[in-house]
């Protein structure tokens, strides 16, 4: 259980890192950034993690949401894995939406994914347990993503509360067993059974077991091109309701899905996770 | 005189756009971007222009160095060129240092360079008037710039420095007559002989033509790997203190050349220039 620094950054105060290390989860090598406050320079930190959408890598979000200047004012690491395996052995696809940079945050069951695409149990349980043992953050966490990831974020609050402080999440793709990018991902990763799929969908979890106790922000822009089709924000906060799920769903006209959308509101989500974090802010 | 809108994204209530469009001074086809804050739906606003360094295109800034937030409170313009011309027919190098992406902000004068490498016109005189006839962008501009663009910013405020109320630098090369970088541009696109490039070389511009009337603020890091071999700090420091220009010079212990790094201080850039351009922050 080893981290091996691959670059470092000072960043308002604190430190933007990345690290490489073998996943056990994962079956191969992978790399994740960290933003470290200055208050960690202290002690431990809660942090938030950050998963990212279809495509990405740990640096979009590092370098793209502006985040690290409220999460040094709020003393919040954050921490962002790639978002999926990678590498020699690792199976892939051709398309953008399958495969490598789109492992949708779920452990695999079907051939050839299982054998590496198993994201859910690392960013939940093999990522959290390497990094409170290796740096200075602590087990107080928040999770937050885009699109993607913003399922994944929901997902695992909704699948273990108990795990995070708070969730948030960006344009998610709230019920991925009703959308196109789902669907597919779906059926390639779990099989085509649909019982299987309702595992890894937010709005059937919340269906089946209710709300969470833990608070909920979600963003979405009324421009994003995938509204309609892919994200189902609609039918979460329907499915919140009837939870009884006191979700803050927001939504902003002219927003788009991009990362200037994200980097508007991002302060927002980490003041929000901050209230529920008993993060340390400076002086 | 027409600009084509190419990409559109809603951003801190302003807009982030990216343009293209026919350049008569360096005959080709030439990309940039813009952020209008919100304050631009009222009428002209001041504009920032933004030089980017080596191997940027108009994307880098605006994407990573998170400047909008403050841009739309303080009711600024930022104005985000290409680093070079570029296209079929324009001369290139196989370097990262020289050609496409790597201007340097001058008027080339030697073969193959000087059929197209004219970026010292393109942005100080070109683009202002094109933008300022298309967009609501006012006549009150600022300059600034990172590395190589922090460089064209100096040039361009001390050789016209009426055109300009306020100049900032992130880590410029500031004396690139005494660098490897500047030293290997300045013999390509002006030739061989030295006297050619003092005008354009920040540190013989304020040896030769003494103090400008407008402010200047430059930041940089200490630890970055350029800053002993390539950026000639001290040697502006005092040329400028010889020349009695009242630079404000940020040294930050810990920050490399990294995005990252301007990214911690834009926020000071910005109100630096914002205190010089007659802003309308929101109320």
Redesign the interface.
């Known amino acids: 259980m080893t981290l091996e620094m691959v670059s470092s950054?000072?960043?308002?105060?604190g430190w933007?890192r990345q690290y490489r290390h073998h996943s056990e989860t994962l079956g191969c090598p992978m790399r994740l950034a960290v933003f470290l406050p200055p208050q960690a320079e202290q002690g431990p930190v809660p942090a938030l993690y950050w998963l990212s959408g279809l495509t990405c890598t740990d640096e979009n979000f590092m370098?793209?949401a502006?985040a690290?200047?409220v999460a040094a004012e709020l003393g919040i690491a954050l921490i962002a894995p790639d978002t999926s395996p990678r590498g020699e052995g690792v199976a892939d696809d051709p398309a953008y939406d399958l495969g490598m940079g789109a492992g949708f945050y779920l452990n695999a069951t079907q051939t050839p994914w299982a054998a590496h695409y198993r994201m859910y149990d690392y960013v939940t349980r093999e990522l959290p347990t390497l990094l409170e043992a290796t740096l200075p953050v602590s087990g107080q966490r928040a999770i937050s993503g885009h699109s993607m990831g913003g399922h994944g974020a929901l997902i695992a609050a909704l699948r273990e509360p108990g795990r995070y402080r708070s969730v948030s999440a960006f344009s998610p793709i709230s019920h991925p067993m009703d959308c196109p990018w789902g669907q597919k991902a779906f059926t390639a990763y779990l099989g085509t059974e649909q019982d299987r799929w309702r595992e890894w969908d937010s709005v059937q979890l919340l269906r089946e077991r209710g709300a969470p106790t833990l608070p909920c922000r979600v963003e979405v822009?009324l421009?994003d091109p995938f509204l309609a089709e892919q994200l189902g924000i609609d039918t979460l906060a329907e499915a919140a309701r009837a939870a009884g799920w006191p979700v803050q769903i927001e939504r902003?006209a002219?927003?788009?899905h991009?990362?200037?959308?994200v980097?508007?509101f991002i302060?927002a989500h980490l003041r929000f996770h901050a209230r529920h974090l008993g993060a340390s802010p400076q002086a």
Chains 1, 2 share one sequence.
């Not at 991009?258 to 959308?261: D, H, I, L």
């Open positions: 950054n000072k960043s308002f105060g933007h370098q793209k502006g690290q200047r822009g421009d902003h002219g927003y788009d991009s990362y200037y959308f980097a508007s302060e």
